[in-house]
């Protein structure tokens, strides 16, 4: 059983609400969740050698929404490495938006390739303009992407 931490970022809540339906299924399925509350980095730094998964839909021109964006900008800042952190992005966006579709899950997927983090298996990127039930995309993703990282243990080359 893994520890998992969500970082969600929503602005009407359709992130959100993705968020707690795989909060859900993870802990019907034993694994322990805890939402990432805190913009201090060290959050972040603290479940290092955990399971991080970032779910957030964009907002702007490709921007984070606010309750993430903080969290953002001061692990850019901080720019702890992190090498022993798996994580996940499920990123939600509409695609009529074009270059920025999913900016915001593409922007913190990069900050923790750059930061030495694994990311499991492909970002899921999920479009408004597809789908009205953010929620059964990503519950159908979920199970192979754990099987993914049941395979890549902590710290696995
Ligand atoms: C003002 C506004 C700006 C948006 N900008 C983008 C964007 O740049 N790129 C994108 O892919 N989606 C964009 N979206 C679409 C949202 O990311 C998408 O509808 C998402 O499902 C909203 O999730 P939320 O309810 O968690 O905020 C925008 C939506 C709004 C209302």
Redesign the pocket.
């Given at each position: 059983m893994a520890a998992f931490y969500l970082a969600v970022g929503?602005?009407?809540?359709?992130?959100?609400h993705v968020a707690e339906q795989l909060e859900a299924k993870l802990t019907q399925q034993g694994h322990s969740v805890q939402w990432i509350e805190s913009d201090d980095p060290e959050s972040i730094v603290a479940v290092a050698s955990d399971v991080l998964m970032v779910i957030t839909?964009?907002?702007?021109?490709?921007?984070l929404?606010d309750n993430l964006a903080p969290l953002f900008y001061a692990l850019k800042d901080r720019f702890p490495m992190l090498p022993g952190l798996r994580y996940g992005v499920i990123a939600?966006?509409?695609?009529s938006?074009g270059e920025?579709?999913?900016?915001a899950g593409r922007q913190f997927d990069e900050l923790l390739t750059e930061l030495g983090a694994r990311r499991i298996g492909e970002r899921l990127q999920?479009d408004?303009c597809e789908t009205f039930a953010?929620e059964e995309e990503a519950l159908k993703w979920l199970p192979q992407w754990l099987a993914q990282l049941e395979r890549q243990p902590v710290n696995a080359e």
């Open positions: 929503s602005v009407y809540g359709a992130a959100e839909s964009t907002t702007g021109s490709g921007d929404p939600l966006g509409d695609s938006y920025t579709f999913c900016g999920i408004a953010p």
